[in-house]
């Protein structure tokens, strides 16, 4: 009877020989690693390298070439799907997706599903029909778990960056993830608004329901019951900046008016800056007002906009990264990887013990 070392090998190696997770085992690294080793790839460290190739000759590893090349009939394609195209947060997002693939001798293909599942699905279709060879999917609102099942039976590779399915993490299988710590970034905003004085916040901005705005919500839920503030005043409405600019009447017209507003994204807090404007008021003397994201934009608007740096480019890098490693290792274990963010500290929100005067906010200016 053949022994479990006799039967076929995964990966192509012959019966009898060192397979890829024995090197792996033995260097102490993921089967993908090795992988990217053998393909020369620049994503692996010099001194990972070398302790790959030293396993290798310790071991007596024999690369199969031609079932390397049978593996290889790829189409060095990827599908990068987001939703909402126009927001300059992704095309950071994209540029990061980018600089990774360029090295690694792959492209991806760009669709805007507009937060629409059935417009997600139907390109995911197509992905599949030109038989890309992995996706990176933010999914739009309404995505269920049944999606990711679904590219499952395709075995289609697939990292969720940014947003995730609900359940999806929860699982016992797990999913590939690339993402930022949103919670603690909306508390470190809300510490600092309190620390310059300010008591009644709003959050503003959001009307979908996903992973990302429920991790908003409840770091400004968690961080104003810390400070035993009311976390009553949320105002949501579409992520746009003419959204922004439109709810400054709602924000200041308030029996119990605000003296600060926590933008759900950079988008929506510039474009309450503009609807502050077009009252005869200004952010940051008027009303603190915060953003989230970092976009370029943030550091040139005047007055320059408070916001949370999230690193879209360096998330679009991990996502990327992680996706080929997934590509290269399908059996491999999955992966989330949540980078921290920093709060980025400009003119918009004034100076400390300095909150805004309420009564500015009722002045005839009509």
């Known amino acids: 009877m053949a022994g479990p070392r006799d039967r076929e090998k995964p990966g192509g190696e012959k019966p009898g020989s060192v397979t890829l997770t024995e090197v792996a085992g033995h260097a102490g690294v993921s089967r993908s690693t090795v992988s990217l080793v053998l393909r020369g790839s620049p994503l692996v460290a010099a001194e990972t390298r070398e302790r790959v190739q ?15 090349n049978l593996r290889a009939a790829r189409t060095q394609t990827v599908g990068l799907l987001v939703c909402e195209l126009n927001n300059p947060f992704y095309a950071e997002l994209t540029a990061g997706v980018d600089d990774v693939l360029d090295t690694e001798g792959f492209v991806a293909f760009i669709a805007n599903t507009a937060e ?61 993830y690339a993402g930022v710590d949103y919670q ?17 916040i709003a959050f503003v ?3 979908l329901d996903h992973s990302a ?31 922004g600019a439109g709810i400054a009447d709602d924000l200041l017209n308030r029996p119990q008016t605000p003296t600060a507003a926590l933008c759900y994204n950079d988008v929506v807090a510039l474009g309450l800056m503009l609807g502050l404007e077009a009252r005869g008021l200004r952010a940051g003397r008027d009303l603190a007002v915060t953003g989230f994201d970092d976009v370029p934009e943030a550091a040139l608007s005047r007055p320059a906009l408070t916001t949370v740096a999230t690193s879209a480019r360096q998330i679009g890098q991990e996502a990327a990264r992680l996706l080929l490693r997934r590509i290269a290792d399908p ?17 918009s929100c004034g100076s400390p013990g300095a909150a805004p005067s309420p009564s ?6 009509s």
């Open 54 to 68: 030293a396993a290798m000759a310790a071991l007596g590893y024999i690369y199969n070439r031609g079932a390397a």
């Open 331 to 347: 059996q491999g274990p999955p992966e989330r990887i949540i980078l921290p963010s920093r709060l980025v500290v400009r003119q």
């Open 213 to 243: 705005y429920a991790g908003r919500h409840a770091g400004f839920t968690a961080a104003m019951r810390r400070h035993g503030l009311a976390d009553d005043l949320v105002l949501r409405c579409p992520l746009t900046r003419r959204s």
């Open 184 to 200: 603690a970034g909306i508390e470190t905003v809300i510490d600092h608004l309190v620390a310059l004085g300010h008591r009644r």
């Open 205 to 207: 901005g959001g009307t």
């Open 116 to 176: 629409q599942p059935e417009r997600q699905d139907r390109f995911l279709q197509r992905m599949r029909e030109h038989n890309v060879d992995g996706v990176i999917l933010c999914p739009a609102a309404g995505t269920d778990s049944g999606l990711l099942d679904r590219l499952d039976g395709w075995r289609l590779p697939c990292v969720q960056a940014l947003r995730f399915v609900p359940d999806s993490l929860e699982s016992g299988r797990g999913r590939d």
């Open 360 to 365: 500015l906010h009722h002045r005839d200016l």
